[in-house]
Each structure stands twice: as structure tokens, then as C-alpha cells.
């Protein structure tokens, strides 16, 4: 079976820090990987997605940036955070190979800016 | 644009009986698919069932089953017997073909009460 892990799950940084989110997946190969992000009382909003090792598609233009230096791996990144980042970041794979299979979510990282 | 539309920002019901939460969407694709998915306070995003646009029959997962009007849009849930695990955030989505987006709407708040 497939396993999606995160971390850290919680986080509290100052602004104008880095950030580094980490997910990996476990039990599958090459899936397409997510990040997602909730703000409070959102539905999720879609950052990045991969279809694989260093194929990154931005969706909203912003302070952010994604890697994926392993095959199941996908880094969320920033090099100075800004208040607005703060929210509650969610990764998630599919299977390879097609845009509309189902999304499996991992459990999230909770993100302050203070 | 894709757009999704929960109608209902909380509802409540008592264990054992049946609710339904609304969904509808817009959009002028032919090829996409409709998800619920349910946020429990662990905030961990969990499938709870899928459709396939092209698929007449609804779909039913053991105690949920969906209402899939396609002319009119709607997309709603059922909930049998509810139960007091179900207390979650539901929240319908919408991906279309060859996007990888999950375009979600803002969320019904179900609280199961004993």
C-alpha cells in the first residue's frame, strides 16, 4: 500500500525567514506529486505539481518554489516568508500517467508567520 | 474557469440518520470528474468517493452514495446512517482532463450530534 508522509507536521517562523517542506511518498514509483495550500476557512488551492524528477508546474505566481530531487521526493520551499504564507500545506501524489486520478493527501504541515 | 459551489456552510444532524450536502459546478468540459473528500479536525484530506462525468450511475461507497445531475450541474452527497466519526469538513472537487488541478469549493461543516 502507499504512504504519504510530511513534515514537520507544525512550524512557527519569524517573517523574512527560509522555509523548507518536506514529502515523500512511499510504496509507489514515479507518481505525480501536489502541494496544496489552505488558508483559514479555504477550500485548498493548488501551488505545484510534478510529473516527475525535475518537472515542476507553478499555479499561483508567489514567493514560493518546489523541487523534486527524488523520485518520490517533493520539497516546498522559500527563501524569505512573508505573513500571507502562513496556512496549512498539503502534498499529495497520484498515479503516473494520467491528469484526473484520484488525489491521496498526506497529513499536512500547519505553517505560522509571525 | 472551473468553479465549485457548497451552498451550505454547516449543517448538523442526528447519529443514525441520513443528510445530504450540496454541490454544484461549472463548467463547459465534456471529460472531468467530481470528487467529495472529508477533513476530520486532523485536517488530513480523505476520499470519500468519486465520479466519472461520463458514468450515468451514481456512485456509492457503503454509507455514501452521490446524486450526479449532469445537465443541471449538482453533485450532492448522501450520508446513511450517520455516524459520529463523520463530524468533518466536506469539501466537493472538480478536476477536468489533462489539467492535474483540483479546483475545490469553500467547504460544508457536518457535525453528527449523539
Known amino acids: 500500500s502507499q504512504t504519504i508522509h510530511q513534515w514537520p507536521a507544525t512550524l512557527v517562523q519569524p517573517v523574512g525567514s527560509p522555509l523548507s517542506l518536506e514529502c515523500t511518498v512511499e510504496?509507489?514509483?514515479?507518481?505525480?506529486l501536489y502541494w496544496y495550500r489552505q488558508a483559514a476557512g479555504r477550500g485548498l488551492q493548488l501551488l505545484f505539481y510534478s510529473v516527475g524528477i525535475g518537472q515542476i508546474s507553478s499555479e499561483v505566481p508567489q514567493n514560493l518554489s518546489a523541487s523534486r530531487p527524488q523520485d518520490r521526493q517533493f520539497i516546498l520551499s522559500s527563501k524569505k516568508l512573508l505573513l500571507s504564507d502562513s496556512g496549512f500545506y498539503l502534498c499529495?501524489?497520484?498515479?503516473?500517467?494520467?491528469?484526473?486520478?484520484?488525489?491521496?493527501f498526506g497529513p499536512g504541515t500547519r505553517l505560522t508567520v509571525l | 474557469a472551473q468553479t465549485v459551489t457548497q451552498s451550505q456552510p454547516e449543517m448538523s444532524v442526528q447519529e443514525a440518520e441520513t443528510v445530504t450536502l450540496s454541490c454544484t459546478y461549472d463548467t463547459s468540459e465534456s471529460n472531468y470528474y467530481l470528487f467529495w473528500y472529508k477533513q476530520p479536525p486532523s485536517r488530513q484530506m480523505i476520499l470519500v468517493i468519486r465520479q466519472e462525468a461520463y458514468k450515468q450511475q451514481n456512485a456509492t461507497e457503503n454509507r455514501f452514495s452521490v446524486n450526479f445531475q449532469k445537465a443541471a450541474k449538482s453533485f450532492s452527497l448522501k450520508i446513511s446512517d450517520s455516524q459520529l466519526g463523520d463530524t468533518a469538513m466536506y469539501f466537493c472537487?472538480?478536476?477536468?482532463?489533462?489539467?492535474?488541478?483540483?479546483?475545490f469549493g469553500k467547504g460544508t461543516l457536518l457535525t453528527v450530534n449523539p
Open positions: 510504496g509507489t514509483s514515479n507518481p505525480n
Open positions: 499529495a501524489w497520484s498515479w503516473l500517467g494520467s491528469s484526473t486520478d484520484t488525489q491521496y
Open positions: 472537487a472538480f478536476i477536468r482532463g489533462s489539467n492535474y488541478k483540483l479546483t
